[in-house]
């Protein structure tokens, strides 16, 4: 009887913590930032997040539909952010109800596709067309490239407003699932840096540079997902991703916390800008016809800009400690359109 309501004590106890640290994708909203004991749920599905600092920086409500018959679809993107760069993606998608079918007509996915888009590994698990199921495992080089639209023009943006950079090159992994009347997907995208070692030079071109170890680490998490999506567990919980300070992140240069804004004035006046050398002036005009993310360095006598890439304001302060004649006096002017300048 004592260990009957020591239990029952544990289990009260322990619930409403739960409930309370579950959170529906639609109720998210841009720029939310995942809290540590968050679970994020669309439907009858949840998926907890590796500990890192997430963001949401696009959503997307969607439907399915069978004949007349039509179910809500929630699709979420996270960010994991690091000072100004982004060092992975997690896209979340689901339907909120299942449609009154076991017939899903022409969502093959890559699969079936024709001709099959070339990856480092794919895996259909004997699924039949009508309920297809799919992993596959490649190196994207244009991440998130100009001209994005949809849900992903919107990621774009987002982070471009944050002055948070990424790289163009990412390892993805892309499980997608229809099954019952359920639709499931959960694709990660990370830096490739992520999966290799500190000291060693990265250069990915094909898919067969994609590292074993991450085919390794998506082949267990697809394994949990696929209890997910059969709704065998309710929860999945992602693996943790390498430690930064072991993996190739470790060599880039140090990344930096963006400054607020300190001057409503536009970057463009000239009156404002602590550098009147015609190298500067014209290292500002430059900046200012550059895309976002971007970000304008000053020194003494000196101003370097950087856009674009994995880290453009900690890229734009590593090229003015480099080529300045006085190092030391390296101070961030400028990100996207906000001066950011503190006098001495």
Same mark, same amino acid.
């Given at each position: 009887?004592?260990?009957?309501?020591?239990?029952?004590?544990?289990?009260?106890?322990?619930?409403?913590?739960?409930?309370?640290?579950?959170?529906?994708?639609?109720?998210?909203?841009?720029?939310?930032?995942?809290?540590?004991?968050?679970?994020?749920?669309?439907?009858?599905?949840?998926?907890?997040?590796?500990?890192?600092?997430?963001?949401?920086?696009?959503?997307?409500?969607?439907?399915?539909?069978?004949?007349?018959?039509?179910?809500?679809?929630?699709?979420?993107?996270?960010?994991?952010?690091?000072?100004?760069?982004?060092?992975?993606?997690?896209?979340?998608?689901?339907?909120?109800?299942?449609?009154?079918?076991?017939?899903?007509?022409?969502?093959?996915?890559?699969?079936?596709?024709?001709?099959?888009?070339?990856?480092?590994?794919?895996?259909?698990?004997?699924?039949?067309?009508?309920?297809?199921?799919?992993?596959?495992?490649?190196?994207?080089?244009?991440?998130?490239?100009?001209?994005? %639209?949809?849900?992903?023009?919107?990621?774009?943006?987002?982070?471009?407003?944050?002055? $948070?950079? +990424? /790289?163009? #090159? &990412?390892? *993805?992994?892309?499980?997608?699932?229809?099954?019952?009347?359920?639709?499931?997907?959960?694709?990660?995208?990370?830096?490739?840096?992520?999966?290799?070692?500190?000291? %060693?030079?990265?250069?990915?071109?094909?898919?067969?540079?994609?590292?074993?170890?991450? $085919?390794? +680490? /998506?082949? #267990? &998490?697809? *394994?949990?997902?696929?209890?997910?999506?059969?709704r065998k567990i309710g929860m999945f919980t992602f693996s943790d991703i390498p430690k930064l300070e072991e993996t190739a992140i470790a060599d880039l240069p140090p990344t930096q916390t963006r400054p607020l804004m300190t001057d409503n004035a536009p970057v463009s006046d000239l009156s404002k800008f602590p550098c009147t050398t015609d190298t500067c002036i014209n290292v500002l005009k430059r900046y200012l016809d550059r895309p976002r993310p971007r970000a304008l360095v000053v020194a003494k006598g000196r101003a370097f800009s950087f856009w674009g890439g994995e880290d453009p304001?900690?890229?734009?302060?590593?090229?003015?400690?480099?080529?300045?004649?006085?190092?030391?006096?390296?101070?961030?002017?400028?990100?996207?359109?906000?001066?950011?300048?503190?006098?001495?």
């Amino acid at each position: 009887m004592n260990i009957f309501f020591r239990c029952l004590v544990a289990i009260s106890f322990l619930g409403p913590a739960h409930a309370q640290s579950e959170r529906p994708l639609k109720h998210f909203r841009v720029g939310d930032a995942l809290r540590s004991d968050e679970i994020i749920s669309i439907g009858p599905r949840a998926v907890r997040l590796p500990q890192a600092n997430w963001h949401l920086i696009a959503i997307h409500q969607g439907e399915n539909r069978a004949g007349q018959a039509r179910a809500d679809v929630t699709t979420g993107v996270f960010a994991y952010i690091d000072g100004t760069r982004t060092l992975a993606f997690i896209n979340f998608s689901a339907s909120e109800t299942s449609l009154p079918t076991n017939l899903w007509v022409g969502y093959s996915g890559d699969c079936g596709s024709i001709p099959v888009i070339p990856v480092r590994f794919r895996e259909s698990f004997g699924s039949h067309p009508n309920q297809p199921e799919c992993h596959e495992v490649r190196l994207l080089k244009n991440f998130l490239r100009s001209g994005a %639209k949809g849900i992903w023009g919107a990621a774009r943006e987002r982070l471009s407003e944050l002055g $948070v950079g +990424w /790289s163009p #090159r &990412q390892l *993805e992994s892309r499980y997608n699932r229809h099954i019952w009347g359920d639709s499931f997907n959960f694709s990660v995208w990370v830096n490739p840096r992520l999966f290799s070692p500190k000291g %060693k030079l990265v250069s990915l071109e094909t898919n067969d540079d994609v590292p074993q170890q991450f $085919v390794d +680490w /998506s082949k #267990r &998490q697809v *394994e949990q997902l696929r209890l997910l999506s059969e709704r065998k567990i309710g929860m999945f919980t992602f693996s943790d991703i390498p430690k930064l300070e072991e993996t190739a992140i470790a060599d880039l240069p140090p990344t930096q916390t963006r400054p607020l804004m300190t001057d409503n004035a536009p970057v463009s006046d000239l009156s404002k800008f602590p550098c009147t050398t015609d190298t500067c002036i014209n290292v500002l005009k430059r900046y200012l016809d550059r895309p976002r993310p971007r970000a304008l360095v000053v020194a003494k006598g000196r101003a370097f800009s950087f856009w674009g890439g994995e880290d453009p304001l900690a890229n734009a302060m590593d090229l003015c400690k480099r080529r300045a004649e006085s190092p030391e006096s390296c101070r961030i002017y400028a990100v996207n359109n906000e001066i950011v300048w503190k006098p001495q």
